[in-house]
């Protein structure tokens, strides 16, 4: 909460300036998000363009004598690869990323600005930790917003073929331990997943989003951004989630409500 922040400054407009404590140094902006864009591009000049890594070499078998590589694998300078895992041929791991032990890493997978815990299966295709979709339009340009944060891959997680997942902007992308993403699945920037989900194929993420733990969402549902879901629930396929939803809710349709209202709305489809 702004009421409560210790930060020694803060970038605020004149109409939020009274949330924030009389302590904190307050600079006054017309547009947050552009100013914070710009603040970014002189910390980190290069993160608002997703560069490729020029250091990509053949994996040196003193430095991971348990991994066992597939043909064509390039590795970045710094990445660290625990013991027993095993990369698919053609995958591409950039510098600094970190695996951890007993993982499986499919073929033709990247892995950039990614820290995977223990267990973890990627399957093939996936791409993981390039940088989100985020722009603030203004009048004659669309501005590129920075991208500095990682992707976090807790233990036991097992990513289907050809998944998506977006590092984070400020923030990180995170994905819960134990939980299951099936193909084409779609990961924005900042969403963080809970534990002991279950993901069906071609769900899509908008940004920024907080779901719970235990929840189970059908093939083809979108969830906008900024939401939060909250724990054991559950989301119908094909359904268009545009608000938050409270714990242990079935929800499904476009937009999504609560599943008996649904099906008393479709009443006739279903007789």
Do not use: W
């Amino acid at each position: 909460m702004a009421t409560n922040t210790k930060a020694s400054a803060c970038i605020t407009t004149a109409k939020l300036e009274k949330f924030l404590p009389n302590k904190v140094e307050k600079i006054i902006v017309n547009n947050v998000l552009l100013e914070l864009a710009n603040v970014l591009n002189k910390i980190y000049p290069y993160a608002d363009i997703d560069y490729p890594d020029l250091s990509l070499k053949k994996p040196q078998k003193n430095f991971f004598k348990s991994v066992k590589f597939g043909n064509n694998v390039l590795i970045g300078n710094k990445v660290k690869i625990g013991s027993n895992t095993i990369i698919g041929s053609n995958t591409i791991i950039e510098h600094d990323v970190k695996i951890g032990n007993n993982c499986v890493i499919g073929s033709n997978v990247i892995i950039k600005n990614t820290v995977i815990g223990n267990k973890v299966m990627i399957q093939d295709n996936c791409k993981i930790g390039q940088k989100g979709f985020g722009f603030i339009p203004l009048k004659n340009k669309n501005i590129k917003f920075p991208h500095i944060g990682m992707v976090l891959i807790e233990d036991d997680v097992e990513i289907a073929s050809a998944c998506t997942i977006d590092r984070g902007s400020l923030d990180n992308t995170v994905i819960g331990k134990n939980s299951y993403l099936d193909n084409q699945v779609h990961v924005a920037h900042n969403v963080k997943i809970g534990s002991n989900c279950m993901i069906a194929g071609q769900v899509g993420f908008a940004g920024s989003s907080k779901i719970g733990n235990h929840v189970s969402i059908g093939g083809q549902a979108g969830v906008s951004g900024h939401l939060k879901i909250g724990n054991n629930v559950k989301i119908g396929g094909g359904s268009g989630v545009v608000k938050d939803i409270n714990e242990g809710e079935t929800v499904m349709g476009y937009p999504a409500v609560p599943l008996k209202e649904f099906l008393k709305k479709n009443k006739k489809k279903y007789e």
